[in-house]
């Protein structure tokens, strides 16, 4: 059972517009979010994250939106480059316990901004 | 900075062979795993460790082991290639599992191909 959900496989938008990514996740023990981005042939590159204890986080044309009792998370990027364009993916782990750093990804999100 | 290295990057095997996949890092983190991408599946945790000597299952572990000798390798192999393990393998680390960003670095990936 999918416990971290993106369930847009692929965005297209046009430059300069914004981009909204939505993640969903089922997993209650969940307590810190991240966003990875990934280009073709490369590793997954860290983006940003947000605690459970924030609803809010930005950094610079990124910024993440966290609904606890929805269970969701999104990611604006205002405004959207062609260097942007790239797989998104969500990802969740909670930090307490004996988790161990260990992070459920959701199935990605290819995004595609065009000139 | 090497970061994250992988070798090899590509590999054809024949159903039944054994390989191994090395991880390499040069960051002295204590945790390191091994991650598997699948279309449509996004990236599923196969095993980690959290320090040299140590190594634990993930969510995917049947067909792998795993070792870690030296706190900057982690080897990942496979006794008897099956066609379903054909997969795009991602290595990554992390300073601690318990990080308070919860980043992990990942190498460029590993394309492996079993006929």
């Known amino acids: 059972d999918q416990q971290v959900k993106q369930n847009s496989p692929s965005l297209s938008v046009q430059e300069g517009r914004i981009s909204i990514l939505n993640c969903d996740y089922t997993?209650?023990?969940?307590?810190?979010f991240l966003w990875y981005k990934k280009y073709p042939a490369e590793g997954p590159t860290f983006l940003i994250s947000?605690?459970?204890?924030?609803d809010k986080n930005e950094d610079g044309r990124f910024t993440v939106f966290l609904n606890k009792s929805a269970k969701h998370l999104s990611l604006h990027i205002v405004p959207s480059q062609p260097g942007d364009s790239a797989v998104y993916f969500c990802?969740?782990?909670?930090?307490?316990?004996?988790?161990?750093?260990?992070?459920?990804f959701g199935q990605g999100t290819i995004l595609t901004v065009h000139p | 900075n090497a970061g994250v290295t992988q070798t090899p990057k590509f590999r054809v095997l024949k159903t039944g062979q054994s390989m191994t996949l090395l991880c390499a890092q040069d960051?002295?983190?204590?945790?390191m795993y091994w991650y598997r991408q699948d279309p449509g599946m996004g990236l599923r945790l196969i095993h980690y460790?959290?320090?040299?000597?140590?190594?634990a299952k993930g969510e995917v572990p049947d067909g792998y082991n795993v070792s870690r000798l030296k706190k900057q390798n982690f080897l990942l192999g496979l006794e008897s290639a099956a066609p379903s393990q054909t997969s795009v393998y991602f290595c990554?680390?992390?300073?601690?599992?318990?990080?308070?960003?919860?980043?992990?670095?990942f190498g460029e990936g590993s394309r492996l191909t079993v006929l």
């Open positions: 960051m002295n983190h204590e945790y």
């Open positions: 460790s959290v320090g040299e000597g140590t190594t």
């Open positions: 990802a969740a782990s909670a930090l307490g316990g004996t988790s161990y750093g260990k992070l459920t």
């Open positions: 947000i605690s459970s204890i924030k």
């Open positions: 990554a680390s992390s300073p601690t599992g318990l990080a308070i960003t919860g980043e992990l670095f």
């Open positions: 997993n209650s023990m969940f307590d810190y």
